[in-house]
């Protein structure tokens, strides 16, 4: 069995950087695990300007900063597979995989980083049936499809939205080509904007529908219409519609820390940590894994300060 001082898992950019603080705070032999076969996870559908800051001084795409960030790694010959898929951990941090290449491996360390970041999932805050219709997205759904694939969810979009991620999908849209017949949201629009929402709206004439839920949607095979219920009068509306966006909530990847016990924060649903620690020695756990739902309204997610304090419990045990 290979032995490594670290082992990370999952490529997007919060276990990129924690690699890399790990690389310049001295650990030598350092294994990334990511299951997709590229790096960079949600940020290579964020196409707009604001990453990448601390690392090189002024704010880039999302892509342009994990390309940055993955010429470092390769530079620095850190070990890295991708396409690989973790499919167990122990508490004594063996790490058992399976890819295309190698068949299923175990691979030992002398500390693991968790870095599996989180995923859009329905928790019931949704109360219309999304089933049966076409034309229905999450908005991450929506941002890679757009971003990455190069496609239109539809012609004619009604969004609903609870933060800046519902607003850069309205911009992008219309950027397109695209209508958008108004953004839903369920509280007052004061409450919500600060200064980067409305530099992503500037100059687009967003509807936006404030104190407002959809609560019906309408049509044959594929949607054609939504109802929205104004949440102060009651007074409802239509708007006809080709797709409709939803803002669902924002799980952490918690398989594996369920695996081997570690203590989940009840708010977060990732773990609970202590200056990066886990409940278990030698577990350190960074980015969108340990902020949940936070991390949709956070300016920048790394791991470089992760990556840090995973190097110091390894040169203490050697």
Same mark, same amino acid.
């Given at each position: ?111 693991? $980083? ?85 530099? $992503? ?60 016990? $570690? ?44 990556? $840090? ?10």
């Amino acid at each position: 069995m290979l032995k490594y001082d670290l082992i990370v898992i999952g490529g997007g950019i919060s276990g990129m950087t924690a690699a890399l603080g790990a690389l310049k705070s001295g650990v030598k032999s350092i294994l990334i695990l990511e299951r997709e076969n590229s790096f960079g996870g949600i940020l290579n559908q964020c196409i707009h300007n604001g990453f990448g800051e601390k690392f090189l001084g002024h704010k880039v795409t999302g892509p342009e900063y994990i390309n940055f960030i993955e010429e470092r790694l390769r530079e620095s010959h850190i070990e890295i597979k991708t396409n690989s898929n973790v499919l167990k951990i122990t508490d004594d941090k063996i790490v058992t995989y399976v890819s295309s290449e190698e068949g299923i491996n175990d691979v030992n360390a002398d500390a693991i $980083i968790l870095a599996m970041g989180a995923r859009e999932v329905y928790t019931g805050s949704i109360i219309i049936p999304t089933n049966g219709l076409t034309g229905i997205f999450t908005l991450g759904d929506a941002h890679r499809l757009i971003n990455i694939e190069g496609y239109l969810p539809g012609k004619r979009t009604v969004i609903s939205a609870k933060n800046k991620w519902g607003f850069l999908v309205a911009r992008r849209l219309i950027i397109e080509g695209g209508l958008v017949e108004g953004v839903v949201i369920e509280e007052d629009f004061e409450s919500l904007r600060d200064d980067e929402i409305d530099d $992503i709206i500037d100059g687009f004439n967003i509807n936006i529908i404030e104190n407002s839920r959809v609560i019906e949607v309408h049509g044959s095979s594929r949607i054609e219409r939504v109802k929205i219920i104004n949440l102060k009068d009651n007074n409802i509306t239509e708007k006809f519609c080709d797709s409709l966006l939803l803002s669902v909530g924002f799980r952490p990847e918690n398989t594996l820390l369920k695996m081997i016990k $570690i203590d989940i924060n009840k708010e977060t649903l990732g773990p609970n940590i202590n200056d990066f620690n886990t409940s278990i020695d030698g577990f350190f756990a960074c980015g969108n894994l340990i902020n949940g739902e936070l991390s949709l309204i956070m300016k920048e997610v790394d791991g470089l300060n992760c990556g $840090i304090k995973a190097a110091d419990y390894i040169k203490k045990i050697h």
